[in-house]
């Protein structure tokens, strides 16, 4: 279960102006520095939109923060400690071991945002990098049958937030729109964690809905060590009411906690 952190929202986030343009970056006052992360104070100048994934950053993740855990104590562990070793320098040694751990954890990120992007390609009808087949292959092959590709990397702006839509389907004998998000992971899960669904619902709501469309979404999780397993796990139309009703609640905690508005 997802709980609430007890921290407010990092400074380094991601926010929209009310019309969908990006809000990202801010120049440096010295132009010469050139561009930084816009900051919460950067979007309080210009009325920025937060992001969806920077809204949910103030739930708490247990499995995550397990995980660490885990891995910290796998750290120490598995690093003996020399004959005569003081308890401070065996400490910095361990988390060396650690940060080689993390250079693990940014190849499998670089290796999600290259899947990322050829799949984008690959919904497009595009040529992508033909080493990622593996990957990309089997997720088409599963979402095809789900409805028409309408569109990918679709920014939308909802009731105080915005984001950017991984794909989002048309299934013209149900009349519904699907909204799906690409995960990579080592592991997959059997069912959506809740605030990837959170976030689905959010971007479901905040579609245009002229014609009375169901709205359903699809976490699609790829895994990264072994290629061409892929969960795909939905969220029917009843299931993205009640997580846009949660999502709302912490859309207004977020804006308790940092005091803003948009």
Known sequence: MTTVANVKQSEASHFYLKDGTPFYEVPYKDPTKG?????????????????VTTILRILDKPALTRWLIEQAVLAVLTTPRLDGEVLDVFIER??????EQDK????????????????????????????LAPYVLTVMAKIRPMGAFINSELIITGDGYAGRTDAILFNDATKTLIV???????????AS??????????????LPNVMGEHIETANVYISTTEPGMVAVCMNNAESV????AAFKHALALWQ???NYVA
């Open 94 to 99: 361990v988390l060396l071991v650690d940060k």
């Open 241 to 244: 009411k009640r997580d846009y």
């Open 180 to 190: 799906l998000d690409f995960k990579s992971t080592k592991k997959l899960p059997k």
């Open 35 to 51: 561009m930084r992360k816009a900051t919460l104070a950067d979007a309080r100048k210009v009325n920025a939109l937060p992001s």
């Open 104 to 131: 693990e954890r940014d190849a499998a990120a670089e290796l999600g945002t290259k899947i990322h992007a050829a799949m984008e390609l690959a919904l497009k009808g595009m040529e992508f990098d033909d080493t």
């Open 193 to 206: 964690y809740d605030e990837h669904r959170l976030q689905l619902a959010a971007y479901g709501n905040a």
């Open 256 to 258: 308790h906690l940092n």
